[in-house]
């Protein structure tokens, strides 16, 4: 996706699509709780993405720094 596109999943030529299959009476539930459960889901989508990423870059924790550290030694 270019720099000038929509935030993700919301593209206008999709890659992947997602099928669900529910009985009438679980989606008339699920609209009776969530007026719009595509929307609902996309963002349900993104915000698992973001913590997934989040959760990823916290355990990289701090980069080190390699070169410093042999230089120090290398001077002690």
């Keep these: ?3 000038g596109a929509g935030p993700r999943l919301e593209c206008r030529m999709p890659e992947r699509v997602i099928t669900l299959a529910i ?3 679980d989606w008339k539930a ?3 709780v969530q007026p719009e459960p595509v929307d609902w889901l996309k963002r349900t989508i ?3 993405i973001d913590q ?3 959760l990823s870059r916290a355990d990289a924790g701090p980069e080190r720094p390699v070169a410093k ?3 120090a ?3 002690a």
């Design 1 to 3: 996706m270019s720099a």
């Design 23 to 25: 009985s009438d009476a």
């Design 30 to 32: 699920l609209r009776a």
């Design 46 to 48: 993104r915000d698992a």
């Design 52 to 54: 997934s990423a989040s």
């Design 69 to 71: 550290a042999a230089g």
């Design 73 to 75: 030694r290398a001077q």
